[in-house]
């Protein structure tokens, strides 16, 4: 390859030139002073990059000689943690305070609403996710199990389905938005009278709005409006009226659907939903991130043999009830989710020949790019604050927290923006970070915008952290133990008593089953009632059904009614305590075969789409064929499993060896019909997805913190250069 030559470094080509060509041009930055300061930025922070990654070996070989010389024994929380302060692992909180981040957008810092996360590297799913701001409940709710299907749909439009739909969705219009009498269902047309808005039923009465300010914008004329906006816990709701519809013209008010601002933000994800792993790969998604900020990717599609072209849609604009106009987002506000500190690049050569860590190069191109949103002066843009979002994953500890600070502020500085300008999201999905989260906010405190929690690849770390401690529990029973429940408390406790509201969000992670809407909708509503502002979801259409939760929830008003008192430390023994199996957990033959089968299962259906066909996030059928979200994390918490009961002697490598080749085939039965699946069962030892799937089991206890990236990227090079 012939790699452009700076001072001290070589630049891939062909990203030279997409940076040169493509994106430079429509920058005030000269491109020399550019690639200048570029270089010295690496030069400078790849070493500390470096270096951070040595202490977290250095405090794992600590962590693993401990549990060694304690084997067999209980642990004790007082001995145990005094261990964990003397190596450096946790560290003093300090005082109390309150982050000070400014010029954050409305959809971060006042509402809470749902979350989308998206490959960036998939334009259709990163259209449909930026799209996704407004949702059709009808839509959501005919096409989904929240309303129970009887077997009995008709072809096409059922007309019987779609009146329960209309029922429950003006059901929820009588709870959040009710009449002063009487109800949604029954009423015969809106009118929207000087500064109200009128129901008029049959027999000629009418009602107004309990609250006459929920109404604050229509379309069209005031005595048959169009649409009608009501606003309710920040959210926005527009019903459409079109008595020429297909479903308006059988309603007897005219409505034609009930749409909700559903996922107010999108994470548009470089890391654990990609398979990105060398040079081409990195360009292909820095260029859909340039496409998204500027507000001109495509995606062109078959669709029901049609084709498609899907493109960003434009804001909307109502009509306040004076006359004004009442301009409204018309799509997600977007947040980049660059990589971790552990992977490095192609895309730059030292002198000597080593790669450049990945993670700096994405935080100096997605600036590069965000900068271009804060440049326009028309046309679509995505802050209107003037902030670039950077939500970082997998850093350990404060530390790294710090580092990533000074590289955000590097490339401030190399970009010509004020200090702050590119925000901060921390990911508390490390033990590290979690034990010491206080800390860790307060190294961001002015710059930070999210915080979250995320069972996998948190548990991931917990089992690979603690693998020498013993043999842990089977996943779904580590779902069921005190650390979880404290882990995802104590992240939102200490969010409140660092002053996040207002300025920033708290986070939950995903619902993995996107088929089990109904399902969603039971469980996810713990999100909002336990204080967060934000948790993610699987599609555009649960991004609509969970923002039914942030109308039934006030989640401003639940965050002061919490216990405000709670400090860094609280439920840190419980958040410590390891999910080892004891005496009375006692697993047959059959739990450990069927435990080893679904892990092997999931692990196998995932790999083989990663290595084979280049696909980072998929709905993969699970061994009960139940779809499910899986990405990098979901593969963490498996190959982690697997080889802790490895090393503990729940199993033996001749059983897991059996078993892989068993699942090996029903995956393949699954994928039959998948176009460019290779089989693996065919020929086991040829198979670079099997092979790469039992490395990352039977090498599992040597993967740096238990990460599945070094393994894949081998394995997916190779794939690639064999095609």
Known sequence: MNMPALKNSQIHQGFYNFINEEVLPLCSINETTFWQDFEKLVADLAPRNRSLLQTRQELQNKIDQWHQEHKGQAINQDIYQ????????????????EISTQNVDEEIAQIAGPQLVVPITNERFALNAANARWGSLYDALYGTDVIAKDGTQKPGYDQARGEQVITYAKEFLDQHFPLASGSHKDVKSYVVYYQHLLAFFPDGSQSGLRNPCQLVALCGHKSEPNSIVLKHNGLHVEIVIDRNGTIGSTDAAGIQDIQLESALTTIMDFEDSV????????????????????????????????????????????TTVDGDDYPLHGRSLMLARNVGHLMDTELMLDAEGNMAPEGIID????????????????????????????????????????????????????????????????????????????????????????????????TGDEIHTSMLAGAVLPKNQIKQQPWIRAYEQRNVSI?????????????????????EMNEMMKA????????????????????????????????????????????????LSEVLT???????????DN????????????????????????????????????????????????????????????????????????????????NSTTPGYKPMSTNLEKSLAYQAARELIVAGKEQPNGYTEPVLHHYRRLAKAAN
């Open 578 to 588: 390891i999910p080892l199996m004891t005496q009375s957990c006692k697993l047959t």
């Open 82 to 97: 005094r261990f964990l302060k003397d190596i450096g692992y946790l560290v003093k909180q300090g005082p109390d305070f």
């Open 495 to 515: 969010g409140l008593d660092c002053g996040l509201p207002g300025k920033a969000q708290i986070g939950k992670g995903m619902w993995a089953m996107p088929d």
């Open 275 to 318: 398979a990105a792993v060398d040079g081409e790969d990195k360009i292909h998604a820095y260029r859909n991130w340039l496409g998204l900020i500027r507000g001109d990717l495509t995606a062109t599609f078959t669709k029901n043999g049609e084709q498609e072209t899907r493109e960003m849609n434009p804001d909307r604009v109502f």
């Open 524 to 571: 996810k509503i713990d999100h909002p009632r336990s204080g967060a502002t934000t948790a993610w979801v699987p599609s555009p259409t649960a991004a609509t059904l969970h923002a039914l939760h942030y109308h039934l929830v006030d989640v401003a008003a639940t965050q002061q009614q919490i216990n405000l008192q709670a400090s860094a430390s609280a439920g």
């Open 363 to 458: 935080a100096v191109v997605t600036g590069l790019i965000g900068k271009l949103d804060l440049e326009k002066t028309r046309g679509l843009r995505n802050s209107r604050t003037g902030s670039i979002y950077i939500v970082k994953p997998k850093m350990h500890g404060p530390d790294e927290v710090a580092f990533t600070c000074e590289l955000f502020e590097r490339v401030e500085q190399m970009l010509g923006l004020e200090k702050n300008t590119i925000k901060m999201g921390i990911m508390d999905e490390e033990r590290r970070t979690t034990v010491n989260l206080k800390a860790c906010i307060r190294e961001a405190q002015e710059r930070l915008v999210f915080i979250n929690t995320g069972f996998l690849d948190r």
């Open 591 to 670: 739990d450990i075969t069927r435990e080893l089968e679904n892990n092997i299962q999931g692990i196998l259906g995932y790999v083989v789409r990663w290595i084979e066909l280049g696909i980072g996030c998929s709905k993969v059928p699970d061994i009960d064929q139940v779809g499910l979200m899986e990405d990098r994390a979901t593969l963490r918490i498996s190959s982690q499993h697997i080889a802790n009961w490895l090393e503990h002697g729940i199993c033996d490598q001749e059983q897991v060896d059996s078993i892989m080749a068993k699942m090996a085939e029903v995956v393949d039965a699954q």
